[in-house]
């Protein structure tokens, strides 16, 4: 779904490189952790993908297309494949949760009907089924995230980024948006999460990719935050599905089927699997 | 891994929520749209105006041209053979479409039935004072300068007189209003382009939450910058309407009640005043929104 080939990124006014001749392949359905401290290059990775900035050199390939070489009145529709979450949630505040979240499927031009249906089914995905109509302040912080998944779900990207979603979260609401991403994650959507949040990382045991001054310093499926012993930089393909691990939140709500053909995240749009 | 599957490119927007996304956006910048409002209508009134004074020169011209005629004033020493052989030349000049000998007593005549209001110029003229003329009709009444230049100083002619050449002073008056009037559209469309850039770049800051999830969902770019240039073309055609009610409005009070008392000249109907409303409409909707593409260009990256 994702290949980066020696990416490197240098900003026009930047002392050293943000990405120096990164390497990874992202296979579609995947689930990733971006790890690394701050200012090692998490957040440039993710602007590469969304063609909010180019490689300086290096080729990024997303779901089969060379992000750089698309003309620019293609962007918007990588960025329709490429659904994104931030830390600050980024909602409309004049409109309520079922009008922000309407508002993706409107700009993209939607019919009316689909936006009538998606929206609702959406928001029950995501437990804000009875706060529709509430307004973003009424809100609280991890309702609002789930606002912002639902708005970057509701469109049913291949890919989802999620730049810290969990960074102005308290641990236990953590838990639920991290829950609700992997329920994201078993619908079938590739999702590369950059985090700081260690417990959730460690907790979830996914691949895991660390950058350490904007290079690629570790790649490895099924890590923790820290790294404990040393390993060979080796690029891992999909991981083995692994199961919900202890400590964490089941992903799905109990009696709910694993994501599948019957499962509600299922894409009803979208003829056959994804990838 | 194909295309974006159902997600056809460059969908637009339905027109339910853009009208929303229009409505919010011109509430939000109600007193800037104002001021781009009255500018516009100020630039399509005068626009309107020269229009209206170009259709009354027209009608002017229409009116006249099928009446001016050339009068060459023959001097009293003139020769019939002399006449007759002038009168021979000019049948013969393509310009002139028609010749008509006045003998003193018929312009005699017609000097007292032109001036029959005015008892006492007539009293001070006599029957022998005016000189026998050349009445020419011309086949382009707008040659007549040249006609003019043609016969002035032949024998036996006294002077050339192009009537035309009397409402120089009117047609002057006519052509600079209108020369004025859009020299005023044009000032008034600049300060327009310079109240239409300001309104984007205001309406960019106010709406920049707004569009930077319409790009992050992957909306068209036409998309994002759509509500713009229709708030701009909504201003435009709200000016456009005012100043066509202007139009109407000094069709009503100033031409038919006012100048039609005070000239004798026909004034311009309704026709021009209805065309002049559809073009100051069309104008100020085209051009608020290409002004508005414009200053997008620089106030809004997408």
Sequence with gaps: ?275 | MGGAGAQRPGRLMRPGPLASLLWTGLRRNLAMTGAVIVTVTICLAMLGAGLLLRAQVHTIDGFLLDQIEVVVDLSDGITPAERSALEAEMRRDPLIAGVRYETKKQVYERFRRDFRGSPDVVAGVGPEDLPAALRLTLADPRASRDIVVTYTGLDGVEAVRDQRALLDPLYRFLDAFTVGAFTLAAVQALASFALIYTMIRISAHGRRRETAIMKLVGASNGTIRAPFVLESAVAGLVGGLLAAGVLVAAKVFLVDGQFARQTMFPLFGWAPVWESAVVVLAAGMLAAAVMASIALRRHLRV
């Excluded at chain 1, 009875?130 to 307004?135: F, I, L, S, T, W």
């Excluded at chain 1, 049913?156 to 991403?181: K, Q």
């Design chain 1, 1 to 275: 779904m994702i290949v980066l080939s020696s990416v490197s990124k240098r900003y026009p006014n930047g002392a050293r490189p943000a990405l120096i001749d990164v390497s990874a392949e992202i296979g579609a359905g995947e689930f990733v952790f971006l790890v690394g401290p701050s200012g090692s290059g998490k957040s440039t990775l993710l602007r590469l993908l969304l063609r909010e900035e180019r490689a300086t050199s290096g080729q990024v390939i997303v779901a089969g297309r060379d992000v750089a070489r698309i003309a620019d009145r293609r962007v918007p529709q990588l960025r329709r494949i490429v659904g994104c979450v931030f830390q600050d949630f980024r909602l409309l505040p004049n409109r309520t949760v079922a009008a922000n979240v309407a508002f993706a499927l409107d700009v993209v031009g939607r019919p009316r009907h689909v936006v009538r249906s998606v929206v609702p089914e959406v928001l029950e995905l995501v437990g804000l089924g009875e706060k529709a109509d509430r307004y973003p302040d009424e809100l609280s912080g991890g309702e609002q995230q789930r606002v912002a998944i639902a708005r970057a779900f509701v469109g049913r990207p291949r890919v989802l980024l999620a730049d810290e979603p969990t960074g102005n979260l308290d641990p236990t609401t953590s838990i639920e948006i991290m829950s609700l991403l992997d329920a994201v994650h078993r619908a079938g959507t590739t999702v590369i999460m950059a985090t700081h949040n260690a417990s959730l990382v460690d907790a979830m045991r996914r691949r895991v990719l660390e950058l350490g001054d904007g290079a690629l310093i570790r790649d490895e499926a099924g890590g923790r935050y820290d790294q404990t012993a040393p390993q060979p930089l080796q690029p891992s393909t999909s991981p083995p599905p692994s199961a919900s691990p202890p400590g964490v939140v089941p992903a799905q709500p109990a009696g709910t089927a694993p994501a599948g053909e019957h499962s509600p995240w299922a894409a009803p749009a979208r003829s056959g699997p994804v990838g």
